[in-house]
Each structure stands twice: as C-alpha cells, then as structure tokens.
C-alpha cells in the first residue's frame, strides 16, 4: 500500500495528540513538519523521527510528498493554512474551533469543495464511545425530552496566550465550548438561539472568560455552560468539565467516570455501561477516519458543515459581550 505523506502546520500542545498515530502505519507516514518556531518544528522531527521541518507553511505545501495537510495552529491562522493547502491540492485536517467566524468557515468549505479535497474538522468526541453512549441514550428517550444539559467548569484555561486573544482564540465560549455545541447539535438537532452573558476576569487579555452560555434547540432540548478560564489556576473552582449532567422529565444522567454512565430514574439508579477508550483512542480512532476519507473521497463524519454550525452558535455567544443578550439563529 502506497504511504500517504502528512505534513504537519504547528507543532504545539494537540499535535501530539495527533502525530503518534501517524508513526509505524502502513498507509501513511509523516513527511515534513512545519511550525513558525523552528524549535518546534525540530522538537516534533527528533521525537517522531520525521525527516523534514521547516517554518514556511509555503515550501511544506510545495512538496509532492505531503498528500495532506494537518493544521494545528492556533484558531486564527486555521482560515489561511486551509486556503493555502485547498489551493495546492492537499487533503486537509483542521483542529477545531474550524475558524473565528462563520464566513472565515465558509471560505474554507468553498476552496475546499472547488479544490476537491477533504476538510475535516477535529471534533474528537465524535469518535469517543462515552459522548456517543450519551447520544444514544438521550436519543432513545431514557431520561424523556426535551432535556436541559448542564456544564460547570472554573479554572484557568489553556496553556497559551493566544486562546486569551480575541482575534486567535477567542476564549472559552469558543474554544472549548465549541466541542460542547457540535455535541449538542449531533444530539438536538439546530440550535434557535442563544443567551448569552459574558464577560472578563483576567486583566492583559482581550477575550471574554467568564459568563454564562444557554443555547436553546428547536427541539426544545437546552444547554448551559457556565464556564470560566479566567481564576489564577485550577482547584479554584469546578475543574474543566467535571461538573455536568443531563437533567429530563424522566431522570438524569451523570458521568462518573470509567466505562459507565449514571442514570437515575423514578425507579432507582441505571448504570449504562460503554467500552471505554483508553489514553488518547479517540484521537487514534478520528485520524484512521481521516485516512479513510483521503483514501475513499468519502465525507468526514465531522466535517466543513459541522465546524460552520457550531462556529455559528459560538460565533452568536460572542457577538454581544459584556451584556446579557438573547440572538436568534
Ligand atoms: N481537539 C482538541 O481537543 C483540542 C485541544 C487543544 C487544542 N485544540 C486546537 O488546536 C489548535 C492548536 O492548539 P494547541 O493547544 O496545539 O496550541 P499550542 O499553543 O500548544 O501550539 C500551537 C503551535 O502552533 C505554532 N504556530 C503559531 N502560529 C503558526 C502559524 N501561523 N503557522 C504554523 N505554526 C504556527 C506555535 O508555534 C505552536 O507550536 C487550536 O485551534 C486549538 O483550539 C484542539
């Protein structure tokens, strides 16, 4: 089987997340990586025994060798990797948030659709067996509909200062919680609109990292993310998505942890068992899925039109800011 060549734009935090399932396969290897800091870029060669590094997203894309593009820079640039690897014909990975506006994520789909490559986007929880556990549960009706999804973090926020940036990363409203509205889309259906009251803690950063996000579907099913990134560490409130459950007319569902999920109904509690990913499975299982499409020409289960629709209830979310709003979708 002929390899197919990945290179690599930004080589930071997630892409190794990524690269380890890229190494010792018979159907792809990496052939080049590229990140604006040529530490990094070097750092990922000598771990991952890639041949090739450079810092010019233009002379990695130029190579005959690299098939496919996957592009883990921060959010803001994602719109400019894209069009770059669309126009030469690669197929594309794109972490997500897929971009920073709607429009940015239709001008990625376009190119990609006119190039005809694949765009897929990384929603990895697409290929997690708990997430999917609760989709099929909420969706069987086990605690009746519509339901009210509840999610409490408070903690620092990522690693970087450019999720802190308005214009690179946006925050937690979009960020992390972008991830939190493609499931609820995957689950509900399309959102109706969003309530939304956000505002900043940190001093010397430009995104809103505190609020309140209520996004309600017209399925009548709701979400509510009562986040923060912005308190001097973790342990100072609820750690990242530690504290949420799925309240229903019927019951609700928790999430203990392991292989299990909680449900406690009228008579007593349920546990739904699931197999359990181990380690990073899921992100192993997401880019077999990508290698497939590039192989087939098949669609990504979480492609262009799932990173538009949930940039879309983000894009809505951050659109007023430091007022309670409601915007219609
Ligand atoms: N799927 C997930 O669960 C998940 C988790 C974390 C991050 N992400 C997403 O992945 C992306 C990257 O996040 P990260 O945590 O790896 O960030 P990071 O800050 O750890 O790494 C970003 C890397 O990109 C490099 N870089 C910056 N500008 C660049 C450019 N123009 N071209 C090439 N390289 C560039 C930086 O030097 C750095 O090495 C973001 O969009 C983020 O939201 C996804």
Redesign the pocket.
């Known amino acids: 089987m002929s390899k197919l060549g990945i290179g690599f ?7 190794h ?1 990524h690269a380890p399932h890229l190494v010792g396969r018979d159907d792809a290897r990496i052939v080049c990586a ?4 040529e530490a ?1 870029a070097k750092a990922h060669c000598e771990k991952y025994a890639t041949p090739h590094w450079t810092t010019s ?1 233009t002379e990695l894309l130029a190579r005959d060798d690299v098939d496919a593009g996957v592009i ?4 803001g ?2 719109k ?2 894209v069009l770059e690897a669309a126009a030469a014909g690669k197929q594309i990975f794109c ?3 897929m971009a920073m506006s709607v429009a940015d994520c239709e001008a990625m789909d376009a190119a990609c659709r006119a190039a005809g490559v694949v765009l897929q986007i ?3 929880r697409h290929f997690c067996n708990e997430w999917l556990k609760l989709r099929e549960i909420i969706q069987e009706g086990m605690i009746g509909r519509p339901v009210q999804w509840r999610s409490v973090s408070g903690g620092s926020g ?3 200062p ?2 802190f940036d308005k214009e690179l ?1 946006g925050g937690p409203f979009i ?1 992390g919680a972008v ?1 939190s509205y493609d499931w609820a889309r995957f689950i509900f259906g399309e959102a109706a609109n969003v309530v939304t009251d956000i505002r900043k803690l940190k001093s010397g950063t430009t995104a809103w990292d505190t609020g309140t996000v209520i996004v309600n579907f017209a399925s009548g099913d709701q979400q509510v993310l009562m986040w923060s990134w912005g308190l001097p560490g973790f342990g100072y409130g609820v750690p990242a998505d530690d504290a949420h459950d799925v309240l229903g007319p019927l019951g609700s569902i928790m999430f203990p942890g392991g292989n299990q999920l909680k449900v406690n109904l009228e008579d007593g509690e349920h546990l739904v068992e699931f197999e359990a990913d181990t380690g990073n499975d899921w992100f192993r299982k997401q880019m077999d899925s990508f290698l497939e499409c590039c192989r087939t020409g098949e669609a990504p289960i979480a492609g262009a039109h799932e990173g538009i629709e949930a940039t879309r209830i983000a894009a809505a979310a951050l659109s007023v800011g430091d007022r309670p709003a409601i915007i219609e979708l």
Request: one cysteine or more; a negative charge.
């Open positions: 734009i930004g080589c930071g935090g997630i892409h997340a590229m990140d604006v800091n990094a997203r883990c820079t921060p959010t640039f994602h400019e990797a972490e997500k948030p990384g929603f990895v990522a690693p970087t450019w999720f990363g960020d991830h």
